[in-house]
């Protein structure tokens, strides 16, 4: 149950940022996409890049960076998904400047990262 409830929190949010996102989701490598106060989602598209799923294991970057001046706090709140719906990794929270490293398997993931300041992000896999 304690593993549940989570689970229908990023639902949730992911259900909202696909509604506030009405276009696709960005590629998965994306680099130094803007955020303003919102969501972003980037997902790996087979159709693009084909995932090495012989490679049992991979690291997915997230990198934050601060857009502009603002005295505001700047940090992302970052989630990893398995595009099967199987595995939902995070909430982890990243500050401007710094880069999430977190390890994923062979399978197709997307990235969900919530922000309330002006941001660029990158995220890719290798």
Not at 67 to 76: K, L, R, V, W
Request: hydrophobic share 45%.
């Amino acid at each position: 149950m304690k593993k549940l409830i989570p689970l229908f929190v990023f639902l949730t949010l992911l259900s909202m940022a696909m509604q506030a996102q009405t276009a696709k989701p960005y590629p998965i490598p994306s680099f130094k996409v803007a955020v303003d106060s919102g969501y972003a989602r980037f997902e790996e598209n087979a159709h693009l890049v084909k995932p090495d799923t012989s490679r049992e294991k991979r690291d997915a970057h997230v990198k934050i960076i601060r857009n502009g001046p603002s005295i505001q706090p700047c940090q992302a709140q970052v989630w990893l998904y398995s595009l099967d719906g199987l595995d939902v990794l995070g909430p982890y929270t990243v500050a401007c400047g710094a880069t999430l490293t977190v390890e994923i398997d062979g399978r197709e993931w997307g990235v969900l990262v919530q922000t309330s300041a002006s941001v660029l992000v990158d995220v890719w896999i290798e």
